[in-house]
């Protein structure tokens, strides 16, 4: 059988196994990453029969437990571009990253049409990161039958100006209005509303669903086990995150020179750097740390909600992931949101000050005793939080791919 003949089979039963094809840019964290395997690995509770393939660049994706029917396609990287700068760029792609871009864009559609997938699965960019899927989507969309599309959109993307802008430039309100068959929001409608502050269309409009937001994996060790390993004692336990740690340097080192003033505070802490934080900076966060007995440093913890729900208080950059897995195990983070730049962390740590579930530490006032007198606060705090988030993102998405899969 060739690629031009159908080569989707039976699908007469519901049991008939399909291949899904998941994409998930990657970007300086390990957010997408994470999202898109936490969906993933709902979907495969929901059909193990099925084939699942993830397209990625990230670096990291070995370091998580995968579905036993998922495989992944390793994109070149984009920390790596440096590599692939003697490339020359293709015509038609955007951004300052083309070289890059061609190569991972023919990958892409090399695997998309050996694969040839039944359901396609998108997170956050429309037509790919600058949009590299765009062939493939292209060649997709002429199959036939024609695979069913679904896009995986985070509760804010950018700053509207700034999300409008990038569709618009990178055309695509197109995909939006004419391909996706599902555009699946996780968040809630009453935050933040991508429909209005996007400009999406009402044909868009009509096929997108809010989801919830995504509760985080269950963690492997108990609150208990978590503050037994650590030797926590009666102290105060602190979780100190920046995701995936390439910008978050400012936030660990202010937190270590506000608890070297403080040793006879009574708190223990517990920092993850990430394992895409610069060099230097990692040298002179481990430096401070070396000096302080109440300090446990690690590059990466894979069951890091553990410690998140242990702990007595959290702080985190704005990354979806960050502030939603706190939220979820009933802390009130207080976040640093990640400036210069696009400002989605900004406008997710405002919306969710305004409900009274954050604390915010603007990042041009960052320094020890900002960043120390919002946590000292947050350890006065005995009020349970306002409101609780609804958390059925997973399984609302996972159950609708499912539904999209035996559909086509």
């Not at 359901?119 to 960019?125: I, K, P």
């Amino acid at each position: 059988m060739t690629l031009t003949d159908s080569a989707y089979g039976n699908h007469d039963s519901v049991d008939t196994p399909r291949r899904v094809l998941f994409y998930s840019h990657d970007g300086t964290g390990l957010g997408h990453l994470r999202i898109t395997l936490g969906v993933a690995a709902a979907y495969a509770a929901l059909r193990p029969q099925d084939s699942l393939l993830l397209l990625t660049g990230s670096l990291h994706t070995s370091a998580f437990t995968l579905p036993e029917n998922l495989d992944y396609v390793k994109l070149p990287a984009m920390p790596k571009r440096e590599m692939y700068a003697s490339l020359p760029p293709t015509k038609g792609f955007t951004g300052s990253h083309n070289s890059t871009i061609r190569i991972r864009s023919a990958i892409a559609l090399a695997t998309v049409q050996a694969f040839d997938p039944h359901v396609v699965v998108v997170d956050h960019a429309p037509g790919g990161l600058f949009r590299e899927l765009a062939p493939s989507l292209d060649w997709l969309a002429g199959r036939s039958p024609r695979p069913g599309f679904a896009l995986l959109m985070r509760d804010i993307t950018f700053s509207p100006d700034q999300t409008r802008d990038i569709w618009q430039n990178e055309k695509a309100y197109p995909y939006l209005d004419n391909l996706y068959d599902k555009i699946l929001v996780y968040g809630e409608q009453e935050i933040f509303d991508p429909i209005e502050s996007y400009a999406m269309s009402s044909a868009a409009a009509s096929r997108t669903r809010f989801c919830g937001f995504l509760a985080p994996q269950p963690p492997c060790r108990s609150e208990e086990q978590v503050r037994s390993e650590l030797r926590v004692g009666n102290r105060k336990l602190i979780a100190v995150s920046s995701g995936g740690g390439a910008d978050g340097g400012p936030v660990l080192r202010a937190f270590l020179s506000g608890l070297s003033a403080r040793e006879d505070s009574g708190v223990f802490a517990y920092l993850v750097e990430g394992p895409l934080l610069p060099a230097d900076e990692r040298l002179a966060i481990q430096s401070l740390a070396a000096r302080l007995p109440n300090v446990t440093l690690v590059p990466f913890d894979a069951d890091y909600a553990a410690v998140v729900r242990a702990a007595d208080a959290v702080v985190s950059m704005g990354g979806y992931n960050s502030v939603v897995e706190a939220i979820s195990y009933g802390k009130r983070p207080v976040i640093v949101p990640r400036l210069p730049g696009a400002l989605e962390q900004k406008l997710r740590a405002s919306g969710f000050a305004s409900l009274g579930l954050a604390q915010i530490v603007a990042p041009e006032t960052l320094g020890p005793d900002t960043l120390w007198d919002a946590i000292e606060a947050e350890l006065l705090n005995a009020d349970p939080l306002p409101r609780s988030l609804n958390l059925d993102g997973v399984n609302a998405i996972a159950s609708t791919l499912a539904q999209l899969a035996v559909s086509v």
